[in-house]
């Protein structure tokens, strides 16, 4: 299980440097967004066909419309827009606050409880957003800044996502069914948004790098999260949970190696007090839905 937890922090990190060639290529928000939420359906909903199809009731509507809003079309925005200012790998960086970003919240919403240690790991993270952002060189532009906080409203919403996805709970949906309606209905939402903001991407041309990227961080994504379900389904929810480790970890390493980026002691010091507040604020062992396993079985 291990070799296949790496294998997974590997390919959801490679996303981010492929993003970051999407938007240096003039790529934009909602069109990223719409193609690489038609690649996840593509991949999906042929599967979904093959099982009965997709569930359709009241609450499996607003389900899609949260788990789009509040998971891709709102975080995503977030990201790509960010990522047209930030290193790569400082974009990577910021997607481990997720995981202390969303022990506030559930505390508040009375999902999970707080403690001494992971009180300490909220602590060692904010520490570590200090490290990024104030005068130092761990970014290489202090105008960089700003497009930090920008990234940032990302991580509040995928903390969202999941805790109001374990707080309500999924209306019977199996995690793939509850994806595969997600994107359908990314796809509906961002399609006019980009026409209308003047971003789409049409695929009607000769296709560059950025093109090619856009279409690999949709695959990425796609496989990647629906790794992570069979992996929770497999070995339990605390073991996948350190993904996050990888996923930052990998994200880093891709951009070094694929975009050529190098990063200061600031930055790395930053990185290991971020790993620390991740440690600290792990989630309790809790027993895995069995949809998780059987949707991926």
């Given at each position: 299980m291990f070799g296949a937890?790496?294998l997974?922090?590997?390919g959801?990190?490679l996303g981010?440097?492929?993003?970051k060639?999407a938007v240096?290529a003039?790529h934009?928000?909602f069109?990223?967004i719409f193609?690489?939420?038609m690649?996840a ?13 997709l569930p359709?009731h009241?609450?499996a509507?607003?389900l899609y419309?949260?788990v789009a809003?509040a998971g ?9 827009s960010?990522?047209?200012?930030l290193?790569?790998?400082v974009?990577?960086l ?6 202390m970003?969303a022990l506030?919240i ?10 001494p240690g ?12 200090a ?6 060189d761990?970014?290489p532009d ?8 920008v990234?940032l409203i990302?991580t509040?919403?995928?903390a969202?996502?999941g805790?109001?996805?374990a707080?309500f709970?999924?209306a019977?949906?199996s995690?793939?069914?509850l ?6 209905l ?5 399609g ?6 003047g ?11 950025g093109?090619w990227?856009?279409?690999?961080g ?9 790794g992570y379900?069979?992996l929770?389904?497999r070995a339990?929810?605390v073991?996948?949970a350190q993904v996050s ?7 880093v390493f891709w ?7 190098r990063?200061s002691?600031w930055f ?9 507040g991740l440690?600290?604020v ?5 027993p895995?839905?069995?949809?998780a396993?059987e949707?991926l079985r």
């Amino acid at each position: 299980m291990f070799g296949a937890l790496v294998l997974l922090g590997a390919g959801w990190g490679l996303g981010v440097p492929f993003n970051k060639i999407a938007v240096t290529a003039g790529h934009r928000d909602f069109g990223i967004i719409f193609w690489q939420a038609m690649v996840a359906a593509g991949l999906l909903l042929p599967w979904m066909l093959t099982r009965g199809g997709l569930p359709l009731h009241r609450r499996a509507l607003a389900l899609y419309a949260f788990v789009a809003v509040a998971g891709t079309l709102v975080p995503n925005f977030a990201s790509f827009s960010a990522q047209r200012y930030l290193p790569s790998g400082v974009s990577a960086l910021v997607l481990s606050f997720i995981p202390m970003v969303a022990l506030p919240i559930a505390v508040l919403m009375r999902t999970d409880h707080a403690s001494p240690g992971r009180l300490l790991g909220l602590v060692a993270g904010a520490v570590g957003v200090a490290l990024i952002v104030l005068p130092g060189d761990a970014l290489p532009d202090r105008s960089m800044v700003p497009w930090v906080l920008v990234a940032l409203i990302g991580t509040v919403f995928y903390a969202i996502e999941g805790n109001g996805i374990a707080r309500f709970g999924t209306a019977g949906l199996s995690p793939v069914q509850l994806v595969a309606g997600a994107v359908l209905l990314t796809a509906l939402v961002a399609g006019p948004l980009a026409l209308a903001r003047g971003v789409f991407i049409s695929p009607l041309r000769v296709w560059g790098q950025g093109d090619w990227a856009v279409l690999a961080g949709g695959v990425l994504n796609v496989g990647s999260y629906v790794g992570y379900l069979w992996l929770v389904g497999r070995a339990g929810a605390v073991f996948a949970a350190q993904v996050s480790y990888l996923v930052t970890g990998f994200g880093v390493f891709w951009s070094m190696v694929l975009l050529g980026e190098r990063f200061s002691p600031w930055f790395w010091a930053a990185g290991a007090v971020i790993f620390l507040g991740l440690a600290l604020v792990q989630p309790r062992p809790a027993p895995v839905p069995g949809a998780a396993g059987e949707a991926l079985r």
